[in-house]
């Protein structure tokens, strides 16, 4: 099966940087990826990862490590509008490219 | 907007009643992935189809089915609703007919309210 896991709820300030970390465990492992959900909505795409390293766009990147199965999005300037829940999600190849999310991790911005 | 399109937006219904989701993928996209959200949960994975077949399932309920047509629109049935399925439908999208893998687009998600 696919495990992956990724803190409940953080906060920061306005401004400030945040990393939201995941890991996971998967078979098939075949990208990792980011998305953005606010409350009601539905998630947004925000960054991919297939290979290790940073992968940056704009004021968001996503770093990837396969060996450790893991991962992290890091958020500078943190706006308010950055509130929001952040998925983390496996495709694995073994399973028909399914995409696995995590419970994901509300980010709560504060003046 | 993702290229995805599901109707009906809001769903209020009565427990026992069945009602059927759909989904239009983005133009070309051969994979459509269904996903219940319920309050404050993640991301539960129902069920995927690819190209007409069915391709993987999740934890989905034997009162709920689902289909692909030709024309890649899915519909999603969901029959005898109890309370507890109330929640948002997602459907997303991937896979294109070039054969690159992509990331899953999603639609705006049908909320459903079982009353």
């Known amino acids: 099966g696919q495990n992956i896991d990724q803190p409940t709820e953080m906060t920061a300030t306005e401004g400030a940087i945040v990393q939201i970390n995941c890991t996971y465990q998967?078979?098939?492992?075949?990208?990792l990826f980011w998305y953005q959900q606010h409350a009601g909505e539905a998630p947004t795409f925000l960054s991919y990862n297939v290979l290790d390293g940073l992968e940056e766009k704009g004021r968001f990147s996503s770093f990837l490590s396969r060996s450790k199965g893991y991962s992290y999005l890091l958020l500078k300037e943190l706006q308010m509008k950055d509130s929001a829940s952040y998925l983390c999600a496996v495709r694995d190849v073994n399973t028909g490219n399914q995409f696995y999310f995590g419970t994901g991790t509300s980010l709560t911005v504060i003046p | 907007d993702s290229g995805v399109t599901q109707t009906p937006k809001h769903l209020i219904t009565a427990t026992g009643q069945r009602v059927t989701l759909r989904c239009s993928p983005r133009s070309g996209d051969l994979s459509v992935y269904w996903y219940q959200q319920s309050l404050d949960q993640g991301l539960q994975f129902l069920i995927q189809y690819y190209n007409g077949e069915e391709r993987a399932k999740g934890n989905i309920l034997e009162r709920f089915s689902a289909q692909q047509f030709p024309d890649l629109h899915s519909e999603l049935n969901l029959s005898s609703l109890e309370l507890g399925d109330s929640a948002l439908y997602f459907c997303?999208?991937?896979?294109?007919?070039?054969?690159?893998?992509?990331?899953?687009?999603f639609g705006q998600g049908t909320r459903l309210t079982v009353v």
């Open positions: 997303a999208s991937s896979v294109p007919t070039q054969g690159v893998n992509t990331e899953a687009f």
């Open positions: 998967t078979s098939g492992f075949n990208g």
